[in-house]
């Protein structure tokens, strides 16, 4: 993820916690992606959760891979 800053990465990490752990009682996973944009030289993050059924979220990684960053 992006680098955050002022202890607001912890944050983000209980609130994706949070997260998982609502959809788990429903037996799903959840799918998190990010996209980072530059506008006039000021970046922005989106990050997406996606809750996904636990049979669909098991193949998920065969969907995916890191995009490395120089």
């Known amino acids: ?18 997260l998982m752990k609502m959809h788990a009682k429903d037996n799903k996973g959840v799918l998190f992606y990010e996209t980072i944009c530059s506008f006039r030289e000021q970046r922005h993050t989106f990050i997406e959760a996606v809750p ?3 049979e669909e979220f098991q193949d998920a990684p065969a969907y995916f891979r890191v995009r490395a960053t120089p």
């Not at 993820?1 to 949070?18: V, Y």
């Open 52 to 54: 996904l059924p636990f």
């Open 1 to 18: 993820m992006f680098p955050l800053s002022c202890g607001k990465e912890a944050d983000l990490q209980n609130f994706m916690k949070c």
